[in-house]
Structures are given as C-alpha cells and as structure tokens.
C-alpha cells in the first residue's frame, strides 16, 4: 500500500533557445598572392597552427577556395576584413 498521495500534474516548460547563425569565412585563390603571405594570414588573422594555414592554403590553390574558419558574423567580419586588408580575396557566407 503506497501511503503518499498521487500528484498528477503536467509542467509546462518553455525553453527558449538562442538561434544562432553560424556562417563561413571562405578564402579565395588569386594569381597574386604568395603562399607564405597566406599563410602567414592566416596564422595572424585567423590563429591557425603552421600546418592548419598551410593545409587551407593548398586547399585554396587547388580547389579555388577554402573555408577558413566558422562562426557567428560578428566574430568573422574583423578577421575577413583583415585579411582584405592583406590583399586577399575572402567573404563571409
């Protein structure tokens, strides 16, 4: 015999979720720039490891671009006009 009482009760629960976009800061191959100016960039701009920046900056001449880093627009668009400001092609998608 269960001695406490039974409590039926339904929670309503609403939870609120922040929606965030995240977006990609995609680098583009161009005839001008050198490999190590764009590794250097994205070493300084983006904090890649040597080898990270030299695998994007392959990933870049080969296949034409390279997505460089992921996040919200207000972290990427400093580092995307950074690295204009470098004589590099790159956008926010």
Known sequence: MNTRPQ?????DVLLLEETVELRN????????????HVIKTLMDVCGHEP???EQC????????????K???????APMCTAIHDRGISADIV
């Open 7 to 11: 409590i039926d009760f339904e929670e």
């Open 57 to 68: 900056t392959l990933l870049i001449h080969h296949k034409g671009q390279c997505t460089v």
């Open 25 to 36: 800061l995609v680098v583009y191959n161009d005839d001008i720039n050198t490999f190590d």
């Open 51 to 53: 080898e990270q920046a």
């Open 70 to 76: 992921n996040g919200v627009f207000e972290e990427l």
